[in-house]
């Protein structure tokens, strides 16, 4: 069990790039959550996958957000047309499915949009 | 509206004494609820959960919660608090949701504790 890993630590961008985050999950582990953390914030849940599927999104992930699971293992989480309010730790989480779920969360990846 | 309310900000406490940190909890549907702590640098970390049953829920590192529902609080406890302790605490909030997930978190803003030698 290595962990969540995420991919780059930090990301500093100009505004109107696009950026993409990776995170490779728990291997065994079959969910996979992408929450935002701005500064002095709780965390925002984004968006959740089961395998492959994408079955649920936070009306905050705009159409400027897109999140992919093609196999079912890593996760991509791209952001188009940056904006300044986009600047926000990203987490990613990963667990079993089970009556008795617990997430697992990487350490993230803080993205600043100058 | 669900929502989460961690009322204090900021805490610090001597090293020793008994810590005891607040949540209350708007949610229409019956609860999951969770606390976790975050470190810098570090990952959330899961402290402990109430999903039914007992009350009085015990975790990892000497922590431990009561879910209050008539106050719809699930204050976290430990009797001792050690220097390592020092970190953000976040309590969350969440319900059996699509596909079974209860991933689907609401958290607090966080209480970040300091602990003095």
């Known amino acids: 069990d290595t962990g969540v890993s995420q991919d780059p630590r930090h990301k500093i961008t100009k505004r109107g790039q696009n950026v993409t985050f990776r995170c490779d999950p728990i291997?065994?582990?079959?969910?996979l959550y992408w929450y935002r953390q701005t500064l002095g914030q709780g965390p925002e849940f984004l968006t959740y996958f089961q395998n492959e599927a994408q079955l649920e999104k936070s009306r905050l992930l705009s159409d400027r957000f897109s999140a992919e699971r093609p196999k079912g293992s890593f996760s991509t989480l791209e952001i188009q047309r940056t904006e300044q309010g986009d600047s926000a730790m990203y987490l990613c989480?990963?667990?079993?499915?089970?009556?008795?779920?617990?997430?697992?969360f990487g350490s993230g990846t803080q993205l600043s949009v100058l | 509206a669900q929502s989460v309310t961690q009322p204090d900000i900021h805490i610090t406490v001597s090293e020793g004494a008994s810590l005891e940190l607040r949540c209350n909890y708007s949610y229409g549907a019956t609860p999951y609820l969770f606390w976790y702590v975050q470190s810098p640098g570090q990952g959330l970390q899961l402290l402990l959960k109430y999903f039914s049953g007992d009350t009085l829920v015990q975790g990892i590192k000497g922590f431990e919660a009561e879910f209050k529902r008539s106050q719809s609080s699930f204050n976290l406890r430990k009797p001792s608090v050690h220097w390592s302790d020092a970190a953000e605490y976040f309590c969350?909030?969440?319900?059996?949701?699509?596909?079974?997930?209860?991933?689907?978190?609401?958290f607090g803003k966080g209480t970040k504790l300091s602990v003095k030698p």
């Open positions: 291997s065994e582990h079959n969910r």
């Open positions: 989480a990963s667990s079993s499915k089970g009556a008795n779920e617990k997430l697992f």
């Open positions: 969350a909030v969440g319900s059996m949701n699509y596909g079974g997930s209860q991933g689907n978190l609401i």
